[in-house]
């Protein structure tokens, strides 16, 4: 569905692309500090979403006491 945006997926092609423009060596070390930036704060986003998909597995969608 078209306007429809998949977290997930947008995490995971952005931390995707991050990876390649360091991996391409073409960047300034401003540039390269700022790509290791934010991929170190994608990466911690998608470890929540893991967490969350655990937790909701393990408790069925129900809030811990």
Known sequence: MAGIIDGKAWLDQRIKHLRAALEG????ESQRVLVETELEQLET???REKAKLRRWLLWGGRRRP
Request: charged share 30%.
């Open 25 to 28: 060596g073409e960047l300034t």
């Open 45 to 47: 986003e998608a470890q």
